[in-house]
């Protein structure tokens, strides 16, 4: 039994345990959030698990964190210096400077690893290899409904309301649009820590009236050849900034940690 202890409960990560409640070798024990009424939800919905503020670190085999970027540092560090594996869904928080590397440290230091997952986007794994090869160009657009970027700095350049045709709402690097967009830009920074780096990545963010889905373009070249990659990724009802494929993703990597064949 895979004892895993998930920091938040929010869009994603009720959504998880949800989709865990299908792995009979996975259980959720414990339930990181300093939200003291999250005690009750938690008895319906997972009552085998405890609300908790810290990972009780001795008591479980994985944390799986699903909470935004102060998560990273509050538990995350913490839980791989003391040996315990984490993966990682705010990536995000890789655009702070020093991040991947305090993080590779305190894996060390524990002798256990971090991973990233990738979330909302694909081919990542292509986009890696294709790293080792000798990659030339790598370009992201996020292209989104006006919706989907309500309480983020495109409402200082776009009236998001009333908009009738696309608009450009951000152009530049991977390491900027991750800082500015965090909780929209996560796929930048996951494109970026697989191919050229956040400063060497070139984001383009789109707000986009006439698309419901959430659409993420990667355009890529170097000695592989060139790919192009789209997908159109249906948000979490709960949660418009965030794609259902992100749920799924961490999903995965769950389930490879007890499958007898991983893929």
């Not at 305190?106 to 294709?130: K, M, N, P, S, W």
């Not at 698309?211 to 355009?219: G, L, R």
Request: hydrophobic share 50%; glycine share 8%; proline share 6%.
């Amino acid at each position: 039994m895979l004892r895993i202890a998930l920091i938040g409960f929010g869009a994603i990560g009720s959504a998880l345990a949800e989709l865990l409640q299908q792995e009979p070798a996975v259980r959720i024990v414990a339930v990181v959030t300093p939200d003291d009424a999250m005690a009750a939800r938690l008895a319906a919905v997972l009552p085998d698990a405890q609300a908790v503020r810290q990972v009780p670190l001795a008591a479980v085999d994985l944390v799986v964190e699903a909470a935004g970027h102060a998560a990273v540092i509050q538990h995350v560090l913490p839980a791989l210096r003391a040996g315990v594996p984490c993966i990682v869904a705010s990536m995000g928080a890789m655009a702070e400077p020093g991040m991947v590397e305090q993080i590779e440290q305190a894996a060390q230091d524990g002798a256990t690893r971090a991973e990233f997952v990738a979330g909302a986007i694909g081919a990542i794994d292509v986009l890696a290899a294709a790293r080792l090869g000798g990659l030339d160009q790598v370009r992201y657009i996020g292209r989104k409904p006006p919706r989907a970027w309500r309480d983020t700095p495109a409402e200082q350049v776009a009236d998001l309301a009333g908009l009738a045709q696309p608009q450009v709402i951000f152009e530049g690097t991977a390491r900027e649009a991750a800082r500015l967009y965090p909780r929209n830009a996560n796929v930048a920074a996951t494109v970026a820590l697989a191919g050229l780096g956040l400063d060497a990545t070139q984001v383009q963010l789109v707000a986009d009236p006439g698309v419901s889905d959430n659409i993420h373009t990667v355009e890529a070249t170097g000695a592989f050849g060139s790919f192009e990659l789209s997908m159109r990724n249906l948000p979490l009802a709960s949660n418009p900034k965030t794609s259902a494929q992100t749920v799924y993703s961490l999903a995965r990597a769950i389930h490879n940690r007890v499958a007898a064949v991983a893929i």
